[in-house]
């Protein structure tokens, strides 16, 4: 595996995670409500059996804090699975779309729902489905390409 390829990806992943996790918390200053992920950290520790905040209270900034670095974590996981599955020789806009939507519909349609932290996104209104789509497929665009770019870089 080519490691600039690989640092690329997780770079790429890293960049898209800050750039959402910027407009969640730009979205709760404006709206005065806890975002999405402030709300799946919430309910991952009222599984676990812990007392999360209110609901309507809007994160700490300790709770801001691990809510975003463990989404960093999760984006940057997604960026070794990215850089695993493809080569350098992946051409990124498909590659980038098809992850976009395989991490999406695994987060949002499987995984969140499965482990009881977020309603089924079936559920979900068009705008927010569309919303967490366009998000995703960005992510993935931006996790191919940067990959790419970095593999293929002289010098």
Do not use: C
Not at 24 to 32: C, N, Q
């Amino acid at each position: 595996m080519n490691g600039r390829y690989v640092a690329g990806a997780v770079a790429g992943a890293l960049a898209a995670g800050v750039g959402i996790s910027a407009l969640l918390i730009a979205g709760e200053r404006k709206s005065g409500k806890p975002s999405e992920i402030a709300d799946l950290g919430r309910a991952g520790v009222a599984r676990v059996g812990g007392n999360p905040p209110s609901a309507d209270a809007l994160p700490s900034p300790g709770e801001q804090a691990l809510v975003q670095g463990g989404h960093l974590a999760l984006s940057a996981l997604a960026g070794l699975a990215y850089a695993a599955a493809t080569d350098e020789d992946t051409a990124p806009l498909p590659a980038g779309l098809a992850f976009g939507l395989a991490f999406y519909v695994a987060a949002h349609w499987v995984t969140g729902p499965a482990l009881g932290v977020k309603a089924p996104e079936w559920r979900a209104d068009p705008g927010t489905i569309g919303m967490h789509t366009a998000n995703h497929l960005l992510f993935g665009l931006a996790t191919a390409f940067a990959a790419h770019a970095a593999a293929h870089r002289t010098g």
